[in-house]
């Protein structure tokens, strides 16, 4: 029998008394010892292809990368954003309008939005804009943890991580939850136009880390 034979053999008679998460890896625990499926940390990847229907929806949530058990977290620590648009979208709102990453069922975000909002200063964002409302072919890279650039007053900004009045999430709000992106357009409705070959694909770098 040949080595891969044997090994298989092996395998298939393991009795594993825990299945362990989707990516984990099998690891020996010596002689005699049945071994285990443990995260080590390695970086996994996923990847989410939304239709034109659900570019358009507006607060439709779609899941990036699948819930962990209990007691584990998804840390994302890159999102690339590939927006293939044949047929421009309308109705995106000029004010406030944004493309946020978030854990299921918070409203924090994860990674850095693509944001339109007429208020920035000093140049007002139209990034959702620039992206669905244009024929083109573009990838966007979202930093995670989100950081962004707040006016001190004295001619310089501060670059923070997560909330400027908070360092960080709550457990609660991320212990075995998806991690999930949607369109807020501000309460003006869906998007208008688009093509039925538009899509907008999500990969997601990321670790399951335990809380």
Same mark, same amino acid.
């Given at each position: ?33 049945? =071994? *285990? ?10 990847? #989410?292809?939304?239709?034109? $229907?659900?570019?358009? !929806? ?63 200063? =000093? *140049? ?10 244009? #024929?083109?072919?573009?990838? $966007?890279?979202?930093? !995670? ?9 004295f001619g310089f900004g501060w670059v923070y991580m997560q909330q400027p ?6 457990t609660s709000e991320m212990d075995g939850k998806a ?33």
């Amino acid at each position: 029998m040949s080595v891969g034979g044997i090994l298989y053999r092996a395998l298939s008679n393991m009795k594993l008394t825990d299945p362990g998460n989707a990516g984990d890896v099998l690891v020996s625990n010596g002689t005699d010892s049945a =071994p *285990t499926f443990e995260d080590r940390g390695f970086v996994r990847r996923a990847t #989410v292809t939304l239709t034109d $229907a659900q570019i358009k !929806a507006e607060y439709g949530i779609h899941t990036l990368v699948a819930a962990p058990d209990a007691g584990y977290r998804i840390k994302p620590l890159a999102i690339s954003v590939r927006a293939t648009i044949v047929g421009a979208y309308g109705n995106i709102n000029t004010t406030y309008a944004a493309i946020e990453c978030h854990y299921a069922g918070s409203v924090n975000w994860i990674a850095m939005p693509i944001v339109n909002d007429s208020t920035a200063t =000093p *140049t007002p964002l139209i990034q959702v804009s620039a992206l669905l409302g244009n #024929v083109h072919v573009m990838v $966007a890279d979202l930093t !995670a943890p989100w950081s962004g650039a707040m006016d001190s007053g004295f001619g310089f900004g501060w670059v923070y991580m997560q909330q400027p009045t908070t360092p960080g999430i709550v457990t609660s709000e991320m212990d075995g939850k998806a991690l999930v992106v949607d369109l807020d357009n501000s309460g003006s409705g869906d998007l208008t136009g688009g093509h039925a070959s538009n899509t907008l694909t999500f990969t997601t770098y990321y670790v399951v880390e335990p809380l």
